[in-house]
């Protein structure tokens, strides 16, 4: 199951990840996600997480991710950390008002 947070800057962010680290999650199960892939690079290297790449896409996905619209490649990117579609459509308008989503996966 995963846990999902939404905020608006970095230093909110570092503090969720701290939270959600002191609660058993690793950073390698927890992703960052903006609407910026320069902001969101910078802020996962900050507080030390994840983005979703090649190993959780797959080489097809990561492909079509050239091609794609951002939203497309955003919502894409969401449903393959385990969001459904209806998630991933949500998080995605969320990410257009600036936000920042933070997902947390439990294994």
Known sequence: ??????????????????QLTAQGFS???IYLFTHDDERTEDLADATEVETV????????????NVFRKKGDELRSKFES????PQE???YESIL???????VAQQH
Do not use: F, P, W
Not at 81 to 84: D, E, Q, Y
């Open 81 to 84: 950390v385990g969001l459904t």
């Open 53 to 64: 790449g090649l190993q959780e896409e797959g080489v097809i996905d990561s492909v079509k």
């Open 88 to 90: 991933a459509e949500k």
């Open 96 to 102: 257009d008002k600036g936000q920042v989503v933070i």
């Open 1 to 18: 199951m995963n846990r999902i947070e939404v905020c608006e800057n970095g230093v909110q962010a570092n503090n969720i990840i701290n």
């Open 27 to 29: 950073h390698d199960d």
